[in-house]
């Protein structure tokens, strides 16, 4: 059974920075994509960002490029989402997500993590 533990989620001003991170409780986290998803309060789940297996093709919602940077630790089976530049809409519960495949429909979820930006 695969686990995510996310960590790093907390209260922030407007402007400032978070670094979330998802630690994948098994032994081959290179195996999987890993991504980002979030859902602000009234609203639906949206994708974040995403990397792949080797760590060279991400991608990334329009509403965070530039901002946000996600990146893998494959030998320490982690997934790192470093958010800079924040704004109050960026507020959301953030999920880590993994699959074998793509982050379409991904199999596995973490149980979210609070962020909240004030203005």
């Known amino acids: 059974q695969v686990q995510l533990v996310e960590s790093g989620g907390g209260l922030v001003q407007a402007g400032g920075s978070l670094r979330l991170s998802c630690v994948v409780s098994i032994g081959a986290s290179g195996t999987y994509v890993m991504g980002w998803f979030r859902q602000a309060p009234g609203k639906e789940r949206e994708f974040v960002a995403s990397i792949n297996r080797s760590g060279n093709g991400i991608g990334y919602s329009e509403s965070v490029k530039g901002r946000f940077t996600i990146s893998r630790d494959n030998a320490k089976n982690t997934v790192f989402l470093q958010m800079n530049s924040l704004k109050p809409e960026d507020t959301a519960v953030y999920y880590c997500?993994?699959?074998?495949?793509?982050?379409?429909?991904?199999?596995?979820w973490g149980q979210g993590l609070q962020v909240t930006v004030s203005s």
């Open positions: 997500t993994a699959d074998p495949r793509s982050m379409s429909a991904p199999d596995y």
